[in-house]
């Protein structure tokens, strides 16, 4: 306070004393001399007390500037903690986000093989439909090899037909030629007859 100090009120009352104990010394009874230096003693005592509460209150606030001190750090460190706990929190946070994401994919696939037949049904069908395509590609063989064997068959019959109308024109040929000839003959005596017819008529 503006009383307390080295500066203060105080001191300067408690120097003023003593320089008025110094000159009462010299000049003064012993009386007032006891009853200054009884003053000093208690103003003195008063400011002994002032300078300790002053001294306490320093003390504390000394001690109060330690401790925030001591707590801003703590909360420093605090503070450090703390976002590294955020940024763990982000990353599980994204981690959890990829997850989610996922199993709802995952749950979709499963909607749709659900509604899809079932592995055991899929493989009967598909064994099945392969009997049925064996089935298929034997009938086709087997149609293939009648379709060949009529193709034979009907090229030995064209050969067949061709030898036996080759060989009935040659029966043919030799059959007419004795015919022929008989032909001949009949038209020979035909016009040998009509000639002498035509001489007959001639002669009278």
């Given at each position: ?11 300067k ?11 009462l ?25 002032s ?16 401790n925030y ?6 909360l ?11 940024e ?26 659900e509604?899809?037949?079932p ?12 009997e ?9 063989q087997?149609?293939?090899?009648r379709?060949e ?17 080759r ?6 040929d ?21 000639a ?7 002669e009278?």
């Open positions: 306070s503006k009383y307390d100090g080295a500066n203060g009120l105080r001191p009352k408690l120097l003023s004393q003593v320089l008025k104990i110094v000159s010394l010299e000049e003064g009874s012993v009386e007032d001399v006891e009853t200054a230096y009884s003053q000093f003693c208690k103003d003195m005592e008063l400011y002994k007390f300078m300790g509460k002053i001294q306490i209150v320093a003390e504390t606030s000394i001690r109060e500037i330690q001190r001591e707590l801003r750090e703590e420093k460190t605090e503070m450090t903690k703390t976002e590294a706990e955020i763990k929190l982000k990353e599980k946070v994204a981690h959890e986000r990829v997850v989610r994401q996922n199993k709802e994919e995952y749950a979709a696939l499963a909607r749709q093989v509604l899809l037949a592995k055991s049904k899929t493989e009967k069908d598909k064994a099945t439909m392969q049925e395509i064996n089935k298929l590609e034997e009938q086709t087997a149609q293939s090899q379709t064997l009529r193709k034979k068959q009907l090229l030995l019959l064209l050969h067949v037909v061709e030898e036996l109308k060989n009935m024109d040659d029966d043919d030799l059959a007419l030629a004795p015919m022929e000839g008989v032909a001949a003959d009949a038209e020979g005596a035909a016009l040998v007859t009509e002498d017819v035509e001489m007959g008529e001639a009278p």
